[in-house]
């Protein structure tokens, strides 16, 4: 009987593991996504033969020998147009070959990871047991091991069925990530129109920076049959196609931009920034604007924003305000903090139309349907319900969701801040939301004074 679904699961952490402790140059990580979209290559070849009756036993075919892998390489560098993608992949092998070739030690455990992979039949697993759920899984691991840098390339998958449910993605439409990480989003809208449409077709666009990334997102792509070509190695602030490519030519948008992204390319994102230009120290409503460009008149969008976007003043107030006038914030839900890899700062995430037809703003409190957890809050399938149905109905509850007309948000200020219009149930014995946030600005001062009697102190003994 061969290894199981959890069996492979272990064997490659083990095999990762044990890679890691031999001191080897070799990235494990490199090393398994490409062994993942060779395994996905393989598999196609093989269908391919058994719908024409060539198949061949797999224990006897000429990819047994874990060195023929060069072949299997060959037909995806052959089949692929992103010179990027094949690049990549030939770079890989340039640092896996010379180890299959050679005596060294390291050899015996990439043989055996690779006929591991090779032999398992994830076609005869179900939907959940897959190679594009194994390549999932691989990911969220990824991002639970470098837990510290993860939120930069990878957003929690209750998060991502959340925003991609309200969004309800539909087959034919255009979906647009400017910042897309390593593809989830893009991903889990696919997934979406393949449970709810027959004709299950998305067009996809993701665009991405980090070209590290980028391969871990066209892989994922390549393992979920989607086109490679769909995933874009550039700065989407800098570069010089937005009224050609991007502008009003999406149905939906989906994003989780870096926060406060410093030192952006302002010059090269006049095309998009319409309601002003943000400031320098930071990028949040440069891809916001980005985002809400890039939608036609019908659009829907959802980012993830850090709470700064929701209050801050100068000339994020007036973009801000301008959005609110032209009717393009739909709805604002809250994050709890510690639901993030990478941070443990809370945030939000904002629903935008290229025109709402609703003349005020939804308001809800989601962090109460967080799972609470030590390392990551978690967001469940009954929770990401329960959210979604508040945002469908768009009713006042009390402590959970509120709608507010524009001309009250222009008497806060244009601030969007959710606890500001959504307050908690009050509780016997437990102070008011206002009552706490009084006392911490009155905190904040008094530390603001402190610090600057310690600077007067120190320069007058000539310390500073």
């Not at 037909?75 to 060294?104: A, C, H, T, Y």
């Not at 179900?126 to 957003?155: C, I, M, P, Q």
């Not at 027959?198 to 997102?217: D, H, M």
């Not at 700064?308 to 959005?323: A, H, Q």
Request: proline content about 3%; hydrophobic content about 40%; charged content about 25%.
């Amino acid at each position: 009987m061969g290894i199981s679904f959890a069996g492979l699961k272990a064997f490659v952490l083990e095999s990762i593991e044990r890679m890691r402790l031999s001191g080897t140059d070799l990235d494990a990580v490199k090393v398994l996504l490409l062994f993942m979209v060779c395994k996905k290559a393989l598999d196609e070849e093989r269908s391919i033969q058994a719908r024409e009756g060539l198949v061949k036993d797999s224990d006897t075919d000429e990819l047994s020998d874990v060195e023929s892998l060069a072949s299997v390489i060959g037909r995806i560098v052959e089949s692929k147009s992103s010179s990027f993608f094949s690049d990549s992949i030939l770079s890989i092998w340039g640092e896996i070959n010379p180890v299959l070739s050679s005596d060294m030690s390291e050899r015996s455990e990439l043989v055996r990871l690779w006929d591991e992979l090779r032999c398992f039949s994830f076609d005869e697993c179900n939907h959940e047991d897959g190679l594009a759920a194994f390549f999932e899984w691989f990911l969220v691991e990824l991002a639970e091991r470098n837990s510290n840098k993860g939120g930069y390339f990878f957003t929690p998958d209750g998060i991502v069925s959340l925003m991609v449910q309200l969004l309800d993605p539909k087959s034919g439409e255009k979906l647009y990530d400017p910042v897309c990480g390593s593809g989830e989003f893009l991903i889990g809208a696919i997934n979406k129109v393949k449970e709810s449409s027959e004709r299950n077709w998305l067009y996809v666009l993701g665009r991405e920076r980090s070209a590290e990334t980028a391969f871990i997102a066209m892989a994922n792509a390549y393992v979920h049959g989607v086109s490679v070509d769909s995933i874009e190695v550039c700065d989407a602030l800098a570069r010089m196609d937005y009224e050609e490519k991007i502008c009003g030519r999406f149905d939906l948008a989906l994003a989780n931009p870096p926060f406060s992204l410093r030192h952006w390319d302002g010059e090269r994102s006049v095309d998009f920034l319409r309601y002003g230009l943000p400031p320098q120290a930071n990028a949040d409503f440069a891809f916001i604007q980005n985002v809400l460009f890039s939608l036609n008149k019908n659009g829907r969008a959802a980012m993830v924003v850090p709470m700064g976007v929701l209050f801050r003043g100068g000339v994020e107030r007036e973009i801000r305000r301008r959005m609110l006038l032209e009717n393009n914030v739909d709805a604002v839900i809250s994050i709890p903090a510690m639901s993030f890899y990478g941070t443990a700062i809370p945030a939000n995430i904002l629903i935008m139309r290229k025109s709402s037809v609703f003349s005020d703003v939804l308001f809800i409190d989601g962090s109460s349907f967080f799972s609470r957890s030590q390392r990551l809050n978690r967001l469940g399938k009954d929770a990401i319900e329960k959210v979604s149905k508040l945002y469908a109905e768009r009713k006042n509850i009390n402590g959970l969701a509120c709608c507010v007309p524009v001309k009250d948000l222009e008497e806060n200020d244009w601030n969007l801040t959710v606890s500001r219009y959504v307050a908690p149930p009050a509780v016997e014995g437990v102070e008011s939301m206002a009552t706490l946030l009084e006392r911490q600005e009155k905190l904040q001062f008094e530390l603001s004074v402190l610090q600057q009697e310690m600077r007067l102190l120190l320069s007058r003994d000539n310390i500073d």
